[in-house]
């Protein structure tokens, strides 16, 4: 089944770091760039950046630049998006999305809430 | 970087209705521009990519078209699984921005 199962919930305090995952499967992996998006509750979506899984090149949204990072694991076709120095305004659902034709995102993961709160 | 607008912010319609989104990007986007359709609790899902394509699995009443700068999605004939809220996205550069969305309830 062609899929992107991410990690789940995540409670941060202001100031810390988050890394959370995304598992690919059914399809080859180093084949499609991962793209992240958020979407903070009752908000439309923002897009962070993506990753190449084949070279591990990457690209990020120019607000984000000095805070995210983006990796992958090729032995377990998974994908990682770490953001440091949360603050509450990070507050929102995480997703990862497969990019397609048009550099679309034709394949989403179920999405990973991650709250920060003091 | 572009700026996506999209009108209306929300509209209220009946089954069977033809209800038209449209989208404006700030530059030229040529045909990358996707139209997603969110419901509550879920993930986005691509309906239309490059302007006016459907994604497979997609019925056939949602219609995507448009170029450069104006692009409209279409439902030809609202279906009760239609309500729900209609994002337009640019990914003609980066960062690859959204419109604000356009939501779609019950009249």
């Known amino acids: 089944q062609v899929q992107l199962v991410q990690s789940g919930a995540e409670m941060k305090r202001p100031g810390a770091s988050m890394k959370i995952s995304c598992k690919a499967s059914?399809?080859?992996?180093?084949?499609?760039?991962i793209q992240w998006v958020r979407q903070a509750p009752g908000h439309a979506l923002e897009w962070l950046g993506w990753?190449?899984?084949?070279?591990?090149?990457?690209v990020y949204g120019r607000e984000f630049q000095d805070r995210i990072t983006l990796s992958r694991d090729t032995s377990i076709n998974t994908v990682y998006l770490e953001l440091t120095g949360l603050t509450s305004d990070d507050t929102a659902f995480y997703y990862c999305?497969?990019?397609?034709?048009?550099?679309?995102?034709?394949?989403w993961g179920q999405g990973t809430l991650v709250t920060v709160s003091s | 970087d572009i700026q996506m607008t999209q009108s209306p912010t929300s509209l209220s319609a009946s089954v069977g209705d033809r209800v038209t989104v449209t989208c404006r990007a700030s530059?030229?986007?040529?045909?990358?521009l996707n139209w997603y359709q969110q419901k509550p609790g879920e993930a986005p899902k691509l309906l239309i990519y490059?302007?006016?394509s459907l994604q497979g699995g997609v019925p056939s009443r949602f219609v995507g078209s448009g170029s450069g700068t104006d692009f409209t999605l279409t439902i030809t004939s609202l279906q009760p699984d239609d309500f729900a809220t209609y994002y337009c996205?640019?990914?003609?550069?980066?960062?690859?921005?959204f419109g604000p969305g356009t939501r779609v309830d019950v009249k």
């Open positions: 999305t497969r990019r397609g034709l048009s550099a679309s995102m034709d394949l």
């Open positions: 996205q640019q990914s003609y550069s980066t960062p690859q921005g």
């Open positions: 530059q030229n986007v040529h045909n990358y």
């Open positions: 490059g302007a006016s």
């Open positions: 059914g399809y080859m992996f180093t084949g499609y760039y």
């Open positions: 990753i190449n899984p084949y070279s591990s090149s990457t």
